[in-house]
């Protein structure tokens, strides 16, 4: 069975912390990915890799930064947490190319609020 | 990417099938119509994706009609467990810029399951 695990359910940081946020697949997919949703925004894509340390920016990526050292793991970093930054982090993976692309498999997320 | 048209809400009966329709009359010929749910306050879940022939895997059918201007999703045996929103997506395969790995969910189709 497919798994993509997220290091926290729900956390609560104070603004201008450095939050890490882990995603770990255990499918071997080459791409993995990065998005925040919010009520009435939909899902928002913030960064993508498509192989380890490689990173592309998605639609939001101001704020934050990524580190993929190993394939199975993919990191997002908030440097300097803001409360416009709570929000739900969603970490997915999906194959290489082709329309299973698009088949992306997503970790349960990750709910963080910054006070 | 073509623009897709769900209905807001549905409601089904446990045990009978659901059949959710999606509208995306602009399709062109190598875009490929994706299917994903989101139970509430989880990740959302890839179902089942297609591009001109119908697909069926143990989640789910997909009916792409013959000019590919729609599609339906069936769940066979609809249960309270598939009470969720359910996104019809249309992508095709653009290398490069930051559209390229992003997916867009619209609104949806809120599918509740009655007992």
């Known amino acids: 069975d497919v798994k993509v695990t997220q290091s926290s359910r729900y956390l609560v940081k104070r603004t201008g912390e450095k939050v890490f946020l882990e995603c770990v697949q255990d499918?071997?997919?080459?791409?993995m990915f990065w998005y925040r949703q919010d009520p009435g925004l939909g899902l928002r894509l913030i960064y993508f890799?498509?192989?380890?340390?490689?990173?592309e920016k998605g639609d939001i990526p101001e704020g934050y930064s990524v580190s993929r050292e190993k394939k199975e793991r993919f990191s997002l970093i908030l440097e300097s947490a803001s409360t416009n930054q709570t929000s739900m982090y969603l970490c997915?993976?999906?194959?290489?190319?082709?329309?299973?692309?698009?088949?992306?498999?997503f970790g349960p997320g990750t709910r963080l609020t910054v006070t | 990417d073509a623009k897709t048209t769900q209905p807001p809400s549905m409601d089904c009966a446990e045990g009978r099938a659901a059949n959710l329709p999606c509208n995306h009359s602009?399709?062109?010929?190598?875009?490929?119509v994706y299917w994903y749910r989101q139970i509430h306050s989880q990740g959302p879940q890839y179902i089942i994706h297609?591009?001109?022939n119908n697909e069926t895997n143990e989640m789910a059918s997909l009916i792409i009609t013959e000019d590919r201007k729609s599609s339906t999703l069936i769940l066979p045996h609809a249960t309270l467990r598939d009470t969720a929103v359910y996104y019809c997506?249309?992508?095709?395969?653009?290398?490069?810029?930051?559209?390229?790995?992003?997916?867009?969910f619209g609104q949806g189709t809120i599918l509740t399951v009655h007992p």
């Open positions: 997915a993976s999906s194959p290489l190319a082709g329309p299973k692309f698009y088949e992306q498999y």
């Open positions: 499918m071997d997919h080459e791409n």
């Open positions: 890799s498509y192989d380890v340390k490689m990173k």
């Open positions: 602009t399709i062109s010929g190598n875009e490929y």
């Open positions: 297609g591009l001109k």
């Open positions: 997506i249309v992508r095709g395969f653009h290398a490069g810029g930051t559209s390229y790995g992003k997916l867009t």
